[in-house]
């Protein structure tokens, strides 16, 4: 299944591809970091820590402290698929990352990225 495979890919290889994305559009690793840190709880300290870690990206989130109760706002699709139409809710959380570090990419402002509350 497509779900596991991205939930067993490590942690340490797939955040750096998130920032490289948000980079190459001018947009900082700092900005990456505010919105992984708004998404899971994690703090900054604690995200370095799991890229030099052997943690999965699916334990990344499965393990994360404060996954913000607004998430369930965000809008739209990323790679053609709508995240309303996502079903499994540790896809779902990864997607809205994706989602939100794409709206990054875009040149969107971070008030314009978050959903409103």
């Avoid at 559009?25 to 604690?46: A, D, H, I, N, P």
């Avoid at 499965?62 to 790679?79: D, N």
């Amino acid at each position: 299944m497509a779900s596991e495979k991205i939930f067993s890919l490590s942690f340490a290889k797939v955040y750096p591809c998130l920032i490289a994305k948000a980079q190459r559009k001018g947009r900082t690793k700092e900005e990456v970091l505010f919105l992984t840190e708004w998404l899971t709880g994690y703090s900054g300290e604690e995200i370095e820590a799991a890229l030099s870690s052997d943690l999965t990206y699916g334990d990344f989130f499965r393990s994360a402290p404060a996954m913000h109760p607004s998430r369930g706002l965000m809008k739209g699709s990323i790679c053609g698929i709508r995240l309303d139409a996502i079903e499994d809710p540790l896809m779902k959380d990864i997607r809205i990352l994706d989602k939100l570090v794409d709206d990054l990419a875009k040149g969107k402002p971070m008030e314009k990225i978050l959903p409103k509350e």
